[in-house]
Nanobody
C-alpha cells in the first residue's frame, strides 16, 4: 500500500510562487506515474500535470509555462513548482500515484493524497 502526503500549500499573492511536495511511503515508487490535480469549489477535479518515473511530463494548457512538475525517485517525492500564480489557480491540490504495472497484475494501483489548499489572493 502507498500513502501520499502533500505539503506546501498556503496563501500567495497574484504573480507569486508556491512549491508543493508529495511524499510517498511504501514500495516501488518508480512503478508509479505521479500527478497533481486541482479541485476548485463547485468544480470537478482536473489534471494539472503528470510525470513518469523516467521524467516525461504532461501539463494542462492552463498551467503550461508557469508550473513545473518534478520528482526525486531517491526520496520518493514529487514536486509542483507554481510560478506566476493567478487567482484562478485557487483550489485544493491533490497528489495521485498510478501504476499500469500493478493494474495489469490485479493489484491496487491508484492512490490519492489528502490534498493541500492553495489560495491566490491579494
Amino acid at each position: 500500500q502507498v500513502q501520499l502526503v502533500e505539503s506546501g500549500g498556503g496563501l500567495a499573492q497574484p504573480g507569486g510562487s508556491l512549491r508543493l511536495s508529495c511524499a510517498a511511503s511504501g514500495r516501488d515508487f518508480t512503478l508509479y506515474v505521479m500527478g497533481w490535480y486541482q479541485q476548485a469549489p463547485g468544480k470537478q477535479r482536473e489534471l494539472v500535470a503528470t510525470i513518469t518515473s523516467g521524467g516525461s511530463t504532461n501539463y494542462a494548457d492552463s498551467v503550461k509555462g508557469r508550473f513545473t512538475i518534478s520528482r526525486d525517485n531517491a526520496k520518493n517525492t514529487v514536486y509542483l513548482q507554481m510560478n506566476s500564480l493567478k487567482p484562478e489557480d485557487t483550489a485544493v491540490y491533490y497528489c495521485k500515484g498510478y501504476s499500469d504495472y500493478r493494474r495489469l497484475r490485479g493489484y491496487e494501483y491508484e492512490y490519492w493524497g489528502q490534498g493541500t489548499q492553495v489560495t491566490v489572493s491579494s
